[in-house]
């Protein structure tokens, strides 16, 4: 149960989020405003308002940011994509709760209390939140497009990491218990947190996972800070990049080490079309994993040796969530296009108790059952845009026209994206680096556009030009 510190910090957030946006450039007003709320405020702890959907730590900070970009910057975020697809997307995004409340009528019978049927009050709160969730997307795509907007992340990400590393580094010692002394309650499982002969940390936030992807970020972006720096900070850049590398290991997660070592030669190595195209191809992988699953076309059994040869308590974790993911899929195929709807009623459910027999993991399978098939391609959709559009630049455009900052956010965004299918990893801070991206591959469209355009009026000018008369 949250003390009362853990409301007082959810009150006092606007205030210190206004300060931010008063005193800080926009660009970093906005970010900090996003991961500064995800860092320190309360996991879980939530005023639940009638008619609205629950003040937690990522819709207050999300509602501070879009109020304060309007009221104090002046700013007018769209709220649609340029891109065509986009447009439909988001209509496609705010429309699928309503088809799923309108297809879901009637309730499931359970001996100790039947699950509700849905009402069009339930997409109501749906869409509301599935909107304030996307604020970081839109307010990123018009403030944060730009390659310095981008490199303002990464130095923020790297920031926010040698803050962390603190809490992180004592809670690794002792166990997560800040959380507890601060706030007044723990926001998992504790036999979640200990894995390889030690703790899992997770300060402030939901689960060790998080933490975990979290470090991945900030040590990443501390390995491109590295490679750019002029030769005179490069010791001071390798001691902090081998400080939070230390930090990622020992969070104790593999998912986020894998992702390390796949990323590292990336980053020092090549070149930055290349990232791109990487990270667009990465994109598919993961808005086709339903389909790849259906279709039994994902070597699971290949993926669960690899597993048990790294260490037997791997393999039965993953064996353990793929089990969870067949049964969970399975139920999703009953109704396919729109869903199930919210209230548990796409989970597993003993018929006598109402207990959930399987839980899911992954972002993609909550999506799926509750949404449908309609729902996930609107999310996964919007969340895997940006990928395409920028990969599509990188491959028509100039590579000059790429920063190193961009592709990089673009490698951590497409590792969040891949982390979306064991784990329900999806924050505030990765709408905020998919509208990012968005707004950059628009802008990268928009001047490949008026080159082409240039170019045709310098050949009919050349055509047209004066002739000599004999």
Known sequence: MPNAIAYLMLLLWPVLATVLFRRLPREQALVWSILGAYMLLPPLASFNLPAIPDMDKFTISNLCALGLTVWVLGERPGFLPGNLVGKALMVL????????????????????????????????????????????????????????????????????????????????????????????????????????????PMVFMPHGLWVAFFALMAAMSALLLLRLAPPDERPKRLVVWVYLMILLVLCRSTGPMVYALGLIPLILFAPKRLQVILAGLLAVVV????????????????????????????????????????????????????????????????????????????????????????????????????????????????AADLSPFVTLIALIYAANLA??????????????????????????????????????????AIRSGPRTVL
Request: aromatic content about 12%.
């Open 419 to 460: 982390d979306l299918l064991p784990n329900a990893t999806l924050i505030p801070f990765s709408w905020l680096m998919a509208g990012a991206i968005l707004g950059h591959a628009e802008m990268l469209a928009r001047a490949r556009a008026e080159r082409r355009e240039q170019q045709w009026r310098d050949a009919l």
């Open 287 to 398: 808005i086709t994993y339903p389909l790849l699953r259906g279709a039994h076309l994902i070597p699971l059994d290949v993926i669960l040796d690899l597993a048990l040869s790294y260490s037997e308590a791997r393999h039965q974790s993953l064996e353990y969530r793929i089990v969870n993911e067949e049964q969970l899929l399975a139920r999703a195929q009953e109704k396919p296009w729109f869903g199930w709807g919210g209230y548990g009623r796409a989970l597993i459910l003993d018929p006598i108790t109402g207990r959930i027999l399987s839980v899911p993991d992954g972002q993609w399978i909550i999506v799926l059952g509750t949404y449908g098939w309609a729902g996930y391609v609107a999310e996964f959709g919007l969340l895997t845009l940006p990928l395409f559009l920028l990969a599509r630049e990188a491959v028509l455009g100039r």
């Open 93 to 200: 995004f705010v429309a699928s709760p309503f088809a799923t409340a309108l297809t879901n009528p009637d309730v499931i019978p359970i001996m100790a209390g039947d699950v509700p049927a849905l009402r069009i009050y339930d997409s109501l709160a749906s869409v509301s939140y599935q909107i304030i969730a996307l604020i970081p997307f839109f307010l990123a795509r018009r403030l944060l497009a730009t390659a310095d907007g981008m490199k303002v992340m990464v130095q923020a990400l790297v920031i926010a990491g040698l803050i962390y590393s603190v809490p992180m580094a004592l809670e690794s010692r002792l166990s997560p218990q800040i959380n507890v002394w601060v706030y007044g309650f723990f926001q998992h499982d504790f036999s979640q947190s200990m894995r390889g002969g030690g703790f899992r």
